[in-house]
Structure formats: C-alpha cells, structure tokens
C-alpha cells in the first residue's frame, strides 16, 4: 500500500542539505596531493560549500492535506486538526545527515539519523519514528526548465519510518485511520520529492531546497524504499524529450469498514455481503517538468491517463480512442498550488468493471488537447505542424508492465561477509515469478576525478554473487552476494566500489532507472594493532581533516595529534555510537570495522594509572609544533563570493559536484544523456545570469 | 554580591515537607542556566584563534555553569523532584532579570553582549560577585581605563555593602538555606526517596569528584559547596579547593590584564600581578546585542541562523531534560548538541549585519530563544 494510497497526509515546506564539498572530487582523498586551497570556496578548491556540516533538516514543514481510505480528502483544519501542523526532525538530537557514499558515487546519497514528527509545537510529537536510511532515486536533472535558480534537478526520497511511537490521535480521523493501519507492521511509509535547491554560496536560501512530503502506512511484504505497482518509464531509460520523469502508480483496494481495510496483501473482508473498493493512486510529483522551484508545473496540455488496449509506444500520435481506456478525469496539475496541497498524487476510485482491464494492460499518459501556445512541439519530425495533433502517448508504463526493483541499493561492507537485496517484480502491479540478471557493471571511473580517477569495479574476484536470480510467484527474492578484501585497488582511498545491474530476463525493451542498482563500498581489510599508536591511526585522520574543513578547522582537528587528544572523549562517544545515531562518525560512514577498532581503542587505552595512553608512535617522537589553526575564510558566510566564474566553470560546478540533488561527472560520463543536460542546463542559467549583468 | 529577595529565603525556611523544596532547587537550575548565554555570546564573539587567555578563562567559567547545572538537576532527583528544563519560562529573556529577580538589589540587567571589558565588569562580575569580594591589588596598571574601572569598582563594593539590608540575601546564603533545610527535613525522616537512578554521573564530561550522584545529605553538602566555592571562592580566599580562581576573580583576570597570583606583600596574599592576559578589542567581533529571531528580516541568511540556532539550542534544553528525568546516558546526545549550535554560531557571527544605530558595523548573534519548531 505505501504511503501511495487513499490514507496518506501531505506536507510542504523546505529542507537543508548542508553537505560538504571538499570530497566531492575523489582525488582530494589523496593526503600527499592534498593542497590547502582545496578546503577554500571556489571552481577546482573545494567547490561551492567546503565548509559544509553535513547536515539534513526539515524546515516549516506544513501539512496542508489529507486523505482518508473513502477517497475524500481535506485541506480544512476545522475537519482535521492536523491540518497546518508540522512535520520536523528531531527536537531533542542533532540535525540528521545526508551521506555520499562514496566521491566516485554520488548519486545514491543517503539520509541518515532523521528523526520525523509530527508537531503542533504544543503537543512534541503525535507519532514519531526513524527514518531507514535510503538513497534518493529516480533523479532527474531537466526538471526545472525555466528556473532561474542554480539546480533544476529533483529527485525522491522513499523509505519507512521505523519505531514508530504515537501520542493522542483521538482529536484526528486522519491520525486514527492511519494508525490503525500500521499497527501491525509499525511503520509508516515516507516520500519526498527534493527540489528546487540552492547552490548559490551569496543567497539567504543557500544550501535550502523544497521539499514535497507524503505519509502512509507500510504494509507486510511491500518494498521500504520503492512502489511495487505501476511504473511509468521513459523508452530510452532516461527522460523523455519533454522532461517527463520516471513515476510510478498503484492500485490499492479498500475493504468497507475502514478498520478493516486491510490493504492489498492477505485482506480479510468484515462484511462479505459488501464488496471491496479500488482506487488507482499516481504520483505525479517526480514526474512532469516544472517551470520554477516554487513546484509549479510547466503547461504541457490536458493530460490523461489511460489503459492502452494494444502495445503503443512512447511518441505515438494520433492515437485512436478505440485503442485506449480512459481513467479518471484529465489531471489537475495546473491548478494554483497543486503540488504543494496534493503532493502531486493522484486518485481515481475504480469500478470493478475497470479492474480487469486495468490490471492487464499498459497505462500511458495521454496528452489529449493540442500543444498550448508557447509550447515546443514535442517531436519535431517530418510532417508534423507546430501544433500536435490530440492523443499523443507522452509516457507509458514498462514493457508488459513489468517492474524488477532492489530494495537495498547501498551497501558498506567489511571485507568477507555477507550482504543481501531483496527484490521485488511484478507485472501491471501484480506480484510474479521472474529471472533476472546481475552483473558486475565494467571498469569505470565514476563521478569524479575525470581521468586521473582510480578504477572502480575491479578485481571482479573481490565480489561473488550468483548471475541469475529466480524470484517465485510471490515476486520477492532475497540476493546474498559475498565480498572479500579488494586489497587496495584505489591506493589513497579505502576500499573499492562495486555497481552490480540486473535487468528481467525476457524484457529485451524494458526502461530501467540509470542507478537502479546494487552498488557495494567494500573496505580494504585493516589489521587492527595490539596497542595502536598515533601512527596507525594518523594517514586515515588527516584524511579526514583535509576534507572536512567544518571539523578541522572550527573544532578539532583530525591531522593534529594535540587537537584530537584535546577531543579525546568527544571522539570516543562519536567513533562508539550506532551508525544510525545522528552523531555518528564520520559523518560520512566510510570508515572500515578494522580502522574503527583502531582509532577506538588507541583512543580508549589507559595505563595501569588509569591514565589514557594515547600513544604517539614507536619513539614516541613529539610531532613537529603545528601554526594554529587559521580562520577558516570558507565557513564565513559573505555575500562578495564570485557566484560564477565562468561559463565554463558554472558547468563544471553543476555538473561535477554533489549534494542530495548531485550533477553527473561531465569529465568521467560525459557521454551519458543526465550529464549532457545538466551541462546544457547549467549553460542556460548561466546565460540567464549574464543577461541579468550577475 | 548578586542578591535576592529576603523572602524567597524566608520561603525556604517556612517549608515544611520537602516537595515544597522542590520549587526552590528547580530555582537554583534556572539560575545557573540564565547564565550560560550570556557567557556564551562573550566566548562567540571572540575571533577564531585569538584572545586565547581570555577565551579559555569565559570557557572555563561556563563549562562549571554546566556543572553546576547538572549538580542542581541530581540534587532535584535525589530528593525526589523533577528538573523542568524544556520550558519556555526556563529560558531568560535578554536583557532582563536573571531568575528569581536575583541581583534586583542593584539593578543587575543581564544582557548577551561582545566580551568587552565593560561587559565583564558590569554583567560577568557583577553576576559572580561574592559576598565579601577581596580586595585584591592589581599591579602595573597597562591603562588608565583599567584603573577607572577598578575605582568603579570599589565604589560599588563600598556602596554595596551599605546597601547590605534586612531585604536582600546572597545566592551562597540562598544555597546555605536550602541545605539547612534539607538536614532538617532529613532527620525527621530520609529525604533523599529519588530514583538513583536518575542521578547524572558521567566521568566523560565532568571529574568523578566533582559531579556524583547525591543519596544522602553529606554529598547533598558537598555538591552544594562545590556551586558556592567554584562560583566566590570563600571569605577568606580567591580561589576554590582546587586552586582555581573563582569566578569573579577569574573574570577579574582578564578585567584587569593579570594573572592572579600569590603575593605576600598584598594584605590578602594575591594580587592580579602575573602574566599578562590580553583582551584585544580590534579581535572582538561586535555582536549584535540581546537580539530576537525577529530582530532579523524574514528571508535573510541572519534570519534563518536565528532560527536553526534557536531551536538547536532549545533541542539541547530538550535533551538535557531527558537526561535529568530518568535518561542519564542521554547526556551524550546533548553533548552533540552543544558542539551542533558551537559549529552554527560560529559561522552565523560571520554575517555581517552592517551598520548599527551608532553607525558600527554589527554581525549576527544567535538569540537563545526556546523554540518548539524548526520554521
């Protein structure tokens, strides 16, 4: 069911991707390279936010509608207090944390360590759960066409939120039907849509973005971090030549008593006498284009959604009423705030005569009124007038309707053990048997570094995973692949990254999301000492303090042995905490078991004084006085900053560098289609910028 | 010597069953607390790297506030209170009063203001001044001004001890009373019911003999005279039982340019005659004083600063309050919270407000407002 059903509550508001950008160039991990200028602001430094803290937050986060299992939705206080109430982070623990995995893969980020709420400011929270860590997916980079804002990507994060706890829903029909629904798996499913972020260094707004929120309840056997259902997808895998996003959509059932509404998995009707009702649910809100980051939607004209009775594909014009079923009225999408109140989501009540057809055909989205004015013809081919003719399929479901996920895309992990993804495939929705195929994608050198990068997938010998996975009719497989040490292959920097694809065996033309993968960091093994000694530890902090210039050079800094002993029991309750707490460190979560052991217990060793050791090295040898450490000039916050060299460089910075909303690596990628758009997006604005004299 | 109002010691003294106490410690909380922003905003607006002497004496200072604090809260527990710190009334407004309406006595506003040395004189030492201040030499004046201000100075002792009325007690008189009381309630029959629990001892933060956990009334003493003596010092010396300054005489230190050292040849063997502390005013960031979030335009870069610092900051008195009702080992995640808002106000006191009223360039200070939302 997820929370892409007739039961879910909207939000709207902003959010904060503080994230630092020294590490978004891969050969910054490299200490004997490492040049002071790279923790400075600017093109080739270290980029657009070097002092940037890491930090995820959720800022004036409003619920602004909800939905009940009946279709009826409200936006009305007066009908459900829990309208106009807030959705935040944690109030009693720091900021959570948004996480690259790694500077040659910046396009699965990760939050970590947010805590959600819900608030009236009076009451602290009337449920709050934890957040599984989840990568953004369905990332698309034209999204904004007509901004004038820096980034015009946008992207969605899904996961759960676990260890729920709930306080007082009686004031709420809202709240009530929803926690009867997820008291039995106790999670709630989560979305958001990120977008609209800024990158520019002088803006009041930098580093802030907006976010398009939505809550529901997660049922058994349903994926945390994706919609099992319907899923839209453009034919050449990327974006279709208007913009138009992967999205996905749903078809849930409801059981007449509202308690009893059981979803669509093992669903026991309370009164068999009455019939279960459907609904098709879509989520629009990563889907069409928008023409400014205040979420609203560029005009493409009367869209509909519809059942193609015969395999049309994508572009098709002219389409002939006999040859689809229409479903739902046209979409509201141009309406005055539409994606603010509605989430973009989508529900169309469906009659038991619908059904069937619905649940064997391919859905499309129609565009039924002619090109508005102003609008670029979609295909400009032979023959065709400026004005395109009605019934054009603009985007349509996978081929046969068949959809094969992961739920587990990221993975960290020590060298020999064991890490498994569980995946999911259906077809029109519903659960099937399948092959799918994996493979260890090619050597590659990633998202950044550009051709001094290291190579990444390799040795192949360090991963060990079957090539074929049979998932059974209840269209769900756990994959256990099996990781050794990779020995090093990357020299300055730990580990090695590994992208395996899978695609459905049979499917020759079915449109797969470009980071729809299981990509593994898997560390290098590290011996850890008997009594480490500021030597063991010292190569991996420095590290560290060259690359987060937030820590070393405004609270402590990692290189410095003076300054880490200084900190010593700060860092032992941050190196000891659980990976999931939002203080954890790193912050990035890229330190190997064997390298944590280490620095843990050189930082814990005490004499038989109770004195703590803190060795220096085998002589002991005082490290050499260290200058104090200076004012760090890119943590100031000063609106003189040059924005933008050059258009050259404004390419580069958008296309290179990462964040929750990361830019491809022109250098490294720049023949794929995400990359060649951001880089025209980016000259664009900067075109843009210039006209304005910025 | 900060004072309070007579009855509030009268008030101790009439209660009768040791939940009527309780008022009285949860006082004492709030008032250790008022005083971590005000000293804060003087350590935030030294620049980065430099004023080092100055920088550790303020951070020294308000490390023990926490302490204090902290103290506070287990003796609360321990005789069966519950510390309120995720309150909006927990916070002060500034300028203003400090809880209990203490230093009344002699119009004592206090205020989140740069480290200047007026600030130090007329806010950080007027908050820390004992009863009976010793009258400590200073020597080699480096300026005149120092001078003055140590003329002030004596002119408000000498007019504050006239002042000495029937009205006004001393903060050690206040925690002098409400141990009194607990030995007496004690021996009617055991006060100290709370939950051990409850009790914050954590060697990580603070030295074993300094925060413990309170059972009985000999610590209930010793916790009480660790507050008084790190805060004055005693009657008859400047410094506490571990050697260190108290605190007045420790802002003294950076008041006056010199170390506080042994010297017999002054009447109470110390004078402010050692090394040099320097206070270099080029290197002191002018805050913006005793500004509100909305002191800030909607919109602006200060704006959104005011707000992330306020409700880190009130997401910290949240996490301190967890700590002291029963979840102890949550000290840690206040403790990230504290290093969160450090990283915050350290860049947010690098936005350049501009000009002033006076026509002096200000930059932003965060406001330590309670907050229950992240707007």
Same mark, same amino acid.
Request: proline share 6%.
């Given at each position: 069911m997820s929370y892409l059903n007739n039961v879910h509550m909207v939000f709207s508001g902003r959010f904060q991707s503080d994230v630092s950008t020294v590490n978004n160039e891969v050969t910054h991990f490299d200490n004997e390279t490492f040049e002071p200028r790279f923790q400075e602001y600017g093109n080739e430094n270290g980029w657009w936010n070097p002092c940037g803290s890491g930090a995820f937050r959720l800022i004036?986060? @409003? $619920? !602004?509608q909800v939905g009940y299992a009946n279709g009826a939705t409200t936006s009305d206080k007066k009908e459900d207090p829990v309208i106009g109430m807030l959705i935040g982070g944690s109030n009693e623990q720091t900021s959570a944390k948004m996480v690259d995995l790694d500077p040659q893969m910046q396009l699965v980020s990760e939050i970590w360590g947010l805590t959600m709420r819900l608030t009236d400011g009076k009451t602290p929270h009337f449920f709050e759960g934890k957040f599984l860590p989840a990568p953004f997916r369905d990332i698309s980079f034209t999204r904004i066409e007509n901004s004038a804002g820096d980034i015009g990507a946008s992207a969605i994060y899904q996961s759960v939120l676990e260890d729920l706890t709930w306080v007082d829903t009686d004031s709420s029909p809202f709240l009530q039907e929803l926690k009867a629904l997820s008291e039995k798996v106790g999670k709630l499913s989560v979305r958001m849509m990120v977008y609209g972020y800024n990158m520019t260094h002088s803006d009041p707004e930098f580093t802030l973005g907006q976010v398009s929120g939505v809550i529901g309840p997660a049922l058994e056997n349903e994926p945390d971090t994706f919609i099992s259902g319907r899923r839209f997808a453009p034919a050449n895998g990327n974006v279709i030549a208007q913009s138009i996003n992967f999205f996905n959509a749903k078809v849930n059932t409801y059981y007449p008593s509202v308690k009893a509404m059981k979803g669509d998995v093992g669903g026991q009707e309370d009164n068999a006498s009455e019939l279960p009702s459907h609904s098709l649910n879509v989520d629009f809100s990563n889907a069409l284009p928008l023409i400014n980051s205040q979420g609203v939607f560029a005009n493409l004209g009367q869209l509909q959604l519809v059942v193609l009775t015969q395999d049309f594909g994508e572009e098709t014009m002219v389409l002939s009423p006999k040859f689809f079923v229409p479903v739902g009225d046209p979409i509201a999408y141009l309406q005055h705030d539409w994606l603010k109140q509605t989430g973009g989501l989508v529900s169309i009540p469906i009659s038991e005569g619908l059904l069937p057809t619905l649940n064997s055909g391919p859905l499309a989205l129609l565009r039924v009124s002619p090109t508005p004015e102003g609008i670029a013809p979609l295909i400009p081919q032979e023959g065709a007038s400026a004005s395109l003719p009605n019934n054009t399929i603009l985007i349509r479901e996978t081929q046969e309707g068949v959809l094969v996920r992961s739920d587990n895309v990221v993975h960290r992990l020590n060298p020999a053990t064991q890490s498994q993804a569980t995946f999911y495939a259906s077809q029109y929705g519903i659960p099937t048997s399948l092959d799918i195929e994996i493979t260890l994608q090619p050597r590659s050198q990633g998202t950044s570094g550009g051709p001094r990068a290291p190579f990444i997938n390799h040795p192949a010998s360090a991963i060990q995973f079957t090539k074929s996975l049979s998932i059974p009719a209840t269209g769900n497989a756990v994959f256990t692949f099996e990781v050794t040490d990779p020995k090093n292959p990357r020299g300055y920097i730990d580990g090695q990254l590994f992208f395996l694809s899978y695609t459905p065996v049979g499917y020759a033309d079915y449109a797969q999301y470009q980071y729809d993968f299981i990509a593994s960091l898997v560390f290098d093994t590290f011996e850890v000492p008997d009594s480490p000694t500021w030597a063991d530890v010292k190569d991996f902090m420095t590290q560290y303090g060259n690359l987060y210039p937030v820590m070393s050079r405004m609270l402590v800094d990692l290189s410095d042995y003076d300054s880490v002993v200084k900190f010593r029991a700060l860092l032992e309750l941050a190196f000891t /905490? *659980?990976? @999931?707490?939002?203080?954890?460190?790193? $912050? !990035? @979560?890229? /330190?190997s078991a064997g390298k944590r052991q280490t620095i843990i217990k050189w930082l814990t060793e005490k004499d038989a004084n109770g004195n703590y050791v803190l060795a220096r090295g085998p002589k002991n040898v005082p490290a050499p006085e260290k200058a104090a450490t200076e004012t760090c000039n890119s943590c100031e916050i000063d609106?003189? /900053? *040059? !924005? $933008?060299?050059?258009v050259t460089a404004q390419t580069k910075t958008t296309a290179q560098q990462s964040h929750s909303l990361k830019g491809q690596n022109l250098t490294s990628d720049s023949s794929t289609p995400v990359g060649s758009k951001t880089v025209a997006h980016a000259r664009f604005i900067n075109s843009k910028k210039a006209q304005k004299g910025k | 010597m900060l004072k309070l109002r007579k009855s509030i010691i009268e008030g101790i003294r009439n209660v009768a069953q040791i939940e009527e106490l309780h008022g009285f410690i949860q006082n004492a909380i709030e008032l250790e607390h008022a005083t971590i922003p005000v000293y804060l905003t003087g350590l935030f607006s030294i620049k980065h790297g430099t004023n080092i002497d100055a920088r550790n004496i303020v951070l020294s200072v308000v490390v023990e506030e926490m302490l204090h604090m902290s103290i506070a809260s287990n003796l609360l527990n321990a005789v069966g209170g519950k510390p309120a710190?995720?309150?909006?009334?927990?916070v002060p407004t500034f300028p203003g009063p400090l809880p209990m309406d203490v230093g009344e006595d002699r119009n004592l506003v206090a205020t989140l203001a740069p480290l200047t040395k007026k600030q130090i004189h007329d806010v950080f030492m007027a908050i820390e001044e004992p009863e009976h201040p010793l009258a400590i030499p200073v020597k080699l004046f480096s300026s005149p001004e120092q001078a003055a201000l140590l003329d002030n100075d004596s002119s408000t002792n000498s007019e504050m001890l006239s002042n000495s009325t029937q009205e006004f007690s001393t903060i050690g008189q206040f925690y002098h009373e409400i141990f009194l009381k607990l030995e007496a309630l004690n021996k009617e029959q055991n006060i100290f019911t709370g939950d051990p629990k409850k009790q914050l001892v954590n060697t990580q933060w603070f030295p074993q003999d300094e925060l413990f956990a309170i059972t009985n009334i000999e610590q209930a003493k010793r916790a009480i005279d660790i507050i008084v003596d790190q805060g004055e010092g005693t009657s008859i010396s400047p410094v506490d039982a571990q050697n260190k300054p108290a605190h007045y005489y420790r802002f003294g230190e950076i008041l006056y340019g010199k170390r506080l050292v042994v010297d017999k040849s002054a009447k109470e063997g110390w004078a402010y005659a050692g090394e040099p502390v320097e206070l270099d005013a080029s290197n002191i960031l002018n805050l913006k004083q005793n500004?509100?979030?909305?002191?800030y335009p909607e919109g602006s870069v200060a704006r959104r600063y005011a707000d992330q610092t306020n409700f880190t900051y009130s997401s910290l008195l949240n996490a301190l309050h967890e700590t002291f009702n029963g979840n102890p080992a949550n000290i840690d995640a206040a403790m990230g919270l504290m290093y969160e808002l450090r990283l915050q106000v350290q860049k947010m006191v690098t936005i350049n407000l501009g000009p002033n009223e006076q026509g002096i360039d200000e930059v932003a200070a965060p406001p330590f407002q309670f907050v229950t939302v992240n707007v």
């Amino acid at each position: 069911m997820s929370y892409l059903n007739n039961v879910h509550m909207v939000f709207s508001g902003r959010f904060q991707s503080d994230v630092s950008t020294v590490n978004n160039e891969v050969t910054h991990f490299d200490n004997e390279t490492f040049e002071p200028r790279f923790q400075e602001y600017g093109n080739e430094n270290g980029w657009w936010n070097p002092c940037g803290s890491g930090a995820f937050r959720l800022i004036d986060c @409003r $619920v !602004t509608q909800v939905g009940y299992a009946n279709g009826a939705t409200t936006s009305d206080k007066k009908e459900d207090p829990v309208i106009g109430m807030l959705i935040g982070g944690s109030n009693e623990q720091t900021s959570a944390k948004m996480v690259d995995l790694d500077p040659q893969m910046q396009l699965v980020s990760e939050i970590w360590g947010l805590t959600m709420r819900l608030t009236d400011g009076k009451t602290p929270h009337f449920f709050e759960g934890k957040f599984l860590p989840a990568p953004f997916r369905d990332i698309s980079f034209t999204r904004i066409e007509n901004s004038a804002g820096d980034i015009g990507a946008s992207a969605i994060y899904q996961s759960v939120l676990e260890d729920l706890t709930w306080v007082d829903t009686d004031s709420s029909p809202f709240l009530q039907e929803l926690k009867a629904l997820s008291e039995k798996v106790g999670k709630l499913s989560v979305r958001m849509m990120v977008y609209g972020y800024n990158m520019t260094h002088s803006d009041p707004e930098f580093t802030l973005g907006q976010v398009s929120g939505v809550i529901g309840p997660a049922l058994e056997n349903e994926p945390d971090t994706f919609i099992s259902g319907r899923r839209f997808a453009p034919a050449n895998g990327n974006v279709i030549a208007q913009s138009i996003n992967f999205f996905n959509a749903k078809v849930n059932t409801y059981y007449p008593s509202v308690k009893a509404m059981k979803g669509d998995v093992g669903g026991q009707e309370d009164n068999a006498s009455e019939l279960p009702s459907h609904s098709l649910n879509v989520d629009f809100s990563n889907a069409l284009p928008l023409i400014n980051s205040q979420g609203v939607f560029a005009n493409l004209g009367q869209l509909q959604l519809v059942v193609l009775t015969q395999d049309f594909g994508e572009e098709t014009m002219v389409l002939s009423p006999k040859f689809f079923v229409p479903v739902g009225d046209p979409i509201a999408y141009l309406q005055h705030d539409w994606l603010k109140q509605t989430g973009g989501l989508v529900s169309i009540p469906i009659s038991e005569g619908l059904l069937p057809t619905l649940n064997s055909g391919p859905l499309a989205l129609l565009r039924v009124s002619p090109t508005p004015e102003g609008i670029a013809p979609l295909i400009p081919q032979e023959g065709a007038s400026a004005s395109l003719p009605n019934n054009t399929i603009l985007i349509r479901e996978t081929q046969e309707g068949v959809l094969v996920r992961s739920d587990n895309v990221v993975h960290r992990l020590n060298p020999a053990t064991q890490s498994q993804a569980t995946f999911y495939a259906s077809q029109y929705g519903i659960p099937t048997s399948l092959d799918i195929e994996i493979t260890l994608q090619p050597r590659s050198q990633g998202t950044s570094g550009g051709p001094r990068a290291p190579f990444i997938n390799h040795p192949a010998s360090a991963i060990q995973f079957t090539k074929s996975l049979s998932i059974p009719a209840t269209g769900n497989a756990v994959f256990t692949f099996e990781v050794t040490d990779p020995k090093n292959p990357r020299g300055y920097i730990d580990g090695q990254l590994f992208f395996l694809s899978y695609t459905p065996v049979g499917y020759a033309d079915y449109a797969q999301y470009q980071y729809d993968f299981i990509a593994s960091l898997v560390f290098d093994t590290f011996e850890v000492p008997d009594s480490p000694t500021w030597a063991d530890v010292k190569d991996f902090m420095t590290q560290y303090g060259n690359l987060y210039p937030v820590m070393s050079r405004m609270l402590v800094d990692l290189s410095d042995y003076d300054s880490v002993v200084k900190f010593r029991a700060l860092l032992e309750l941050a190196f000891t /905490l *659980p990976q @999931r707490d939002p203080n954890f460190m790193p $912050v !990035t @979560r890229d /330190l190997s078991a064997g390298k944590r052991q280490t620095i843990i217990k050189w930082l814990t060793e005490k004499d038989a004084n109770g004195n703590y050791v803190l060795a220096r090295g085998p002589k002991n040898v005082p490290a050499p006085e260290k200058a104090a450490t200076e004012t760090c000039n890119s943590c100031e916050i000063d609106d003189d /900053l *040059p !924005t $933008v060299d050059s258009v050259t460089a404004q390419t580069k910075t958008t296309a290179q560098q990462s964040h929750s909303l990361k830019g491809q690596n022109l250098t490294s990628d720049s023949s794929t289609p995400v990359g060649s758009k951001t880089v025209a997006h980016a000259r664009f604005i900067n075109s843009k910028k210039a006209q304005k004299g910025k | 010597m900060l004072k309070l109002r007579k009855s509030i010691i009268e008030g101790i003294r009439n209660v009768a069953q040791i939940e009527e106490l309780h008022g009285f410690i949860q006082n004492a909380i709030e008032l250790e607390h008022a005083t971590i922003p005000v000293y804060l905003t003087g350590l935030f607006s030294i620049k980065h790297g430099t004023n080092i002497d100055a920088r550790n004496i303020v951070l020294s200072v308000v490390v023990e506030e926490m302490l204090h604090m902290s103290i506070a809260s287990n003796l609360l527990n321990a005789v069966g209170g519950k510390p309120a710190i995720n309150q909006p009334n927990f916070v002060p407004t500034f300028p203003g009063p400090l809880p209990m309406d203490v230093g009344e006595d002699r119009n004592l506003v206090a205020t989140l203001a740069p480290l200047t040395k007026k600030q130090i004189h007329d806010v950080f030492m007027a908050i820390e001044e004992p009863e009976h201040p010793l009258a400590i030499p200073v020597k080699l004046f480096s300026s005149p001004e120092q001078a003055a201000l140590l003329d002030n100075d004596s002119s408000t002792n000498s007019e504050m001890l006239s002042n000495s009325t029937q009205e006004f007690s001393t903060i050690g008189q206040f925690y002098h009373e409400i141990f009194l009381k607990l030995e007496a309630l004690n021996k009617e029959q055991n006060i100290f019911t709370g939950d051990p629990k409850k009790q914050l001892v954590n060697t990580q933060w603070f030295p074993q003999d300094e925060l413990f956990a309170i059972t009985n009334i000999e610590q209930a003493k010793r916790a009480i005279d660790i507050i008084v003596d790190q805060g004055e010092g005693t009657s008859i010396s400047p410094v506490d039982a571990q050697n260190k300054p108290a605190h007045y005489y420790r802002f003294g230190e950076i008041l006056y340019g010199k170390r506080l050292v042994v010297d017999k040849s002054a009447k109470e063997g110390w004078a402010y005659a050692g090394e040099p502390v320097e206070l270099d005013a080029s290197n002191i960031l002018n805050l913006k004083q005793n500004a509100k979030a909305t002191d800030y335009p909607e919109g602006s870069v200060a704006r959104r600063y005011a707000d992330q610092t306020n409700f880190t900051y009130s997401s910290l008195l949240n996490a301190l309050h967890e700590t002291f009702n029963g979840n102890p080992a949550n000290i840690d995640a206040a403790m990230g919270l504290m290093y969160e808002l450090r990283l915050q106000v350290q860049k947010m006191v690098t936005i350049n407000l501009g000009p002033n009223e006076q026509g002096i360039d200000e930059v932003a200070a965060p406001p330590f407002q309670f907050v229950t939302v992240n707007v």
